[in-house]
């Protein structure tokens, strides 16, 4: 079955860095869209980042741009998230999600119903 497993989460000050990684198996995504996705308590899952298919296209929310980086190696089906600079606000479940979208090796969704694949989530929590 296809499988997504975070992992690099964890407990950081403001300011600091995390790397999350999402490994991917069961099927290869190098023609797919991968994005990442975080919900903290009482809140709606949020939109952080996206990467195209072709790995040339990126988007991110405004909350993160210019601080997080997405990249993937598709020789390995993994994704990755570069978050520098983290504030308390970053506080939250990261998710990565892939997408079965395939028409365009440039697109680049930011709606958690053009993704079809979730990880389990990893917890961030930034700390002031």
């Known amino acids: 079955q296809v499988q997504l497993v975070e992992s690099g989460g964890g407990l950081v000050q403001t300011g600091g860095s995390l790397r999350l990684s999402c490994a991917a198996s069961g099927r290869t995504f190098s023609e797919n869209p991968m994005g990442w996705f975080r919900q903290a308590p009482g809140l709606e899952r949020e939109f952080v980042a996206v990467i195209s298919a072709s790995g040339t296209v990126t988007n991110y929310a405004d909350s993160v741009k210019g601080r997080f980086t997405i990249y993937r190696d598709n020789a390995k089906n993994t994704e990755y998230l570069q978050m520098n600079n983290l504030k308390p606000e970053d506080t939250a479940v990261y998710y990565c999600?892939?997408?079965?979208?395939?028409?365009?090796?440039?697109?680049?969704?930011?709606?958690?119903?053009?993704?079809?694949?979730w990880g389990q989530g990893t917890q961030v929590t930034v700390s002031s």
């Open positions: 999600a892939a997408s079965l979208l395939s028409a365009s090796a440039f697109y680049v969704p930011s709606a958690p119903y053009e993704y079809d694949y």
